[in-house]
């Protein structure tokens, strides 16, 4: 029964701050908080991923056969030379998936 009210109160939650925009179109934030919510989606994405990439086992592992931490350097660095969204996440996926390859860790 908890479980089913979280996901409620989550529910209302999320509904609110979505149905806000609606219900208050005029709304206005100050020109700080406009600039600040401008670095939300890189903080979340960064949230998400850099863990993934230094802990993909649920440990620290900061080595040379971590294929994670390899292809996600190789992926920042493809994404400041080229500016290209595209060729970043298909070198990131390559990449990945031919060190995993290469350090024999892919399920075949």
């Known amino acids: 029964m908890q479980i089913w009210l979280l996901i409620l109160g989550m ?4 509904f609110v701050i979505r149905y806000s925009f609606f219900a208050w179109p005029d709304l206005r934030f100050p020109r700080l908080v406009e600039q600040g919510l401008h670095y939300v989606p890189v903080a979340v994405l960064t949230a998400i991923v850099v863990p993934g990439m230094l802990m ?3 440990h620290w ?6 294929a994670y931490l390899l292809a996600g350097v190789l992926a920042i660095l493809i994404a400041a030379l080229s500016r290209n969204l595209l060729a970043t996440i298909a070198g990131g996926l390559l990449s990945f998936f031919l060190l995993r390859w290469a350090f024999g860790q892919l399920p075949l």
């Open 11 to 14: 529910l209302a939650i999320t």
């Open 61 to 66: 592992a900061l080595h040379w056969h971590n």
């Open 56 to 58: 993909p086992e649920g």
